[in-house]
């Protein structure tokens, strides 16, 4: 029997028993003692539910060891408690899991070798080495990365009593990404854009546990948002003001009481009210139930105020354009949009996208020549006619933004009174870009380059200045590789993109940013794609002119006829 097989037998018992625990509790009981029950301010979603790795078993072999203390990830209860039980007690003091994350491709793909046989009693000392499929990582602030290639570990053991103990490992953990999002959820820092105006999320990757508030919170405080959206966001928080403890306790009435360093009784009243705002968004954003912040210096409290923060487009019906009329549909009917619909129905020439600020207020629209016109109260004003455009994307500042397919470093943004302004640093590594999407805050914009002989799917900051006016796009940092052509690309809520490829077989990908993603079936021949703010709410559009939405795990046709689907700025 294998090291391997013989792990995954003692993982299968465990399972086994966890089975039967459950059979056995099901039922309401009636007798016995009362239990407590969840803490102030939780919920059921809060509580640890995660499975059980063993310990080390008697005899193990080092091979056996190292799988086994990798296995043990799975359990991050207590910081990593069982897990420390393959290590000798100086390596349990000096081993640091919280270092970072290696997400490999599956626990029975790694190559584990080991250079002192089962067999071989008289060894001492031992060393393991394996190697990984790598397919992503998460570093020490929690910042998940798409990094797919081939990870090398050492390990190094001795016998302490006539068994097996790690007395080197790397610090950080090893986890397959089947179970990753099981033991790890992501959980949406929020920052202020550059106008201090919206909310921007920059997605962090946690382990799954009771104690969400304090951790989040110590995320926000004592950090930095991720490099790559640096240039776009900014955080309320001066470097001086700190946590006080490391706790953020949550009373009788979902309060959340956050004890601050002395540097914070010294600020203005704006600043706190904007870190209060900051930090109480960020907590309802990662699912902890709490009904305001407190912040206290040396236990007496600040007076912390609330600032106003402009909120992401409402979800809308869908946005159709049909023979002679533009608008919303709402039951059987197309409702029309009173500042664009009818200049947009007017057209003659095909329209090839539609895309209608948040507001309704204007539309960027493109023909089948592919030049780009600005649509509102009842003009229409040539933008953009070079040739081979992509689809415009609308801002929430009223910009227009548009590129060239085969000049991605040309990506230019006109104001809604059509001036020009070039946007410096766009995709200098990229050869092509074949579909752009700035998002609702404005703060970043996601396309689809051609890097190489590569495609993928990408996303920078978007750099402005304090009147809203964009500048510049950050870094690109790469979210998903695409095997295929792109038919559309939105936003799905605050932090998910969705890609529609290949019409022939078509599938929907739907990728976080900064997190994991999953591709769907379409339904078939789906040429156009709308975002919406949750994933239930997409909608897809096929060459017959019949349109779709998710319904469940499937698709549902809800019109016909229609020539364009269009899409809300943002979405």
């Avoid at 790598?134 to 990870?151: E, K, L, M, N, T």
């Avoid at 490391?246 to 009210?273: C, F, G, W, Y």
């Avoid at 049909?322 to 003659?348: K, L, M, Q, R």
Wanted: aromatic share 6%; charged share 20%.
């Amino acid at each position: 029997m294998t090291a391997t097989l013989r792990r995954l037998l003692r993982v299968g018992a465990v399972a086994a028993v966890a089975a039967l625990v459950l059979t056995a509790c099901t039922g309401l009981p009636t007798n016995g003692d009362v239990n407590v029950g969840l803490e102030l301010g939780e919920s059921p979603d809060d509580t640890d539910f995660l499975p059980l790795a063993s310990g080390p078993a008697p005899g193990a072999d080092p091979q056996e060891i190292v799988e086994g203390f990798m296995e043990a990830s799975i359990t991050p209860a207590d910081n990593w408690e069982i897990a420390r039980r393959f290590l000798t007690p100086e390596m349990q003091r000096d081993w640091r899991p919280g270092t970072g994350v290696s997400i490999d491709a599956s626990a029975i793909e790694r190559s584990v070798t080991s250079n002192v046989g089962e067999d071989d009693e008289e060894a001492q000392e031992a060393g393991v080495d394996v190697v990984l499929a790598q397919v992503a990582s998460v570093d020490a602030a929690g910042a998940y990365s798409s990094s797919p290639g081939s990870s090398n570990l050492s390990f190094a053991l001795e016998r302490m009593n006539g068994e097996w103990r790690i007395s080197q490992a790397p610090d950080g953990i090893v986890i397959d990404q089947t179970r990753f999002d099981t033991v790890f959820e992501g959980y949406p820092l929020q920052y202020f854009d550059s106008t201090w105006s919206r909310l921007v999320p920059d997605l962090r990757w946690f382990p799954r546990r009771a104690s969400i508030a304090t951790t989040v919170t110590q995320a926000l405080i004592g950090g930095e948002p991720s490099a790559w959206l640096d240039p776009a966001v900014q955080s309320a928080f001066p470097a001086d003001v700190q946590l006080a403890q490391d706790a953020v306790p949550i009373n009788a009435n979902q309060v959340a009481e956050v004890a601050l360093t002395r540097p914070a009784s010294s600020l203005d009243s704006a600043t706190l009210a904007r870190m209060r705002t900051q930090l109480q968004a960020t907590l309802q954003a990662s699912g902890v139930h709490v009904s305001q912040v407190r912040f206290t210096v040396d236990g007496r409290g600040l007076d912390a105020g609330i600032v106003s923060v402009l909120d992401p487009p409402a979800d809308t019906g869908p946005l159709v354009l049909t023979e002679g009329a533009f608008g919303s549909i709402v039951g059987d009917e197309v409702v029309p949009i009173p500042a664009v619909s009818e200049e947009i129905a007017g057209i003659e020439q095909p329209i090839a996208a539609i895309d209608v600020a948040a507001d309704d207020s204007r539309a960027a629209v493109q023909l089948s020549d592919r030049h780009v016109y600005l649509v509102s109260d009842g003009r229409v004003d040539e933008l953009d006619v070079r040739d081979g455009l992509v689809a415009p994307s609308l801002d929430p500042y009223g910009y227009t933004w548009s590129v060239p397919s085969g000049a991605p470093s040309a990506l230019t943004a006109w104001s809604a009174e059509v001036a020009e302004q070039r946007i410096a640093d766009a995709w200098p590594d990229a050869s092509s870009v074949e579909a752009i999407r700035v998002s609702a805050d404005g703060a970043r914009i996601a396309a689809v380059v051609t890097v190489g002989a590569q495609r993928w799917a990408v996303v920078s900051a978007v750099v402005r200045d304090e009147d809203g006016t964009p500048t510049a796009i950050g870094e690109m940092t790469q979210l998903r590789r695409i095997d295929a052509a792109v038919e559309g690309l939105v936003w799905i809520g605050d932090y998910r993109i969705g890609v529609l490829v290949d019409p022939e077989s078509p599938d929907l990908i739907t990728q976080m940013v900064g997190g994991v993603g999953f591709a769907e079936a379409s339904p078939a021949g789906a040429t156009a794609l709308a975002g919406a703010r949750s994933a239930s709410g997409v909608r897809v559009l096929d060459v017959d002119g019949a349109l779709f939405t998710h319904a469940g795990s499937a698709w549902r046709e809800i019109a016909t006829g229609v020539a364009v689907l269009a899409t809300r700025a943002g979405q």
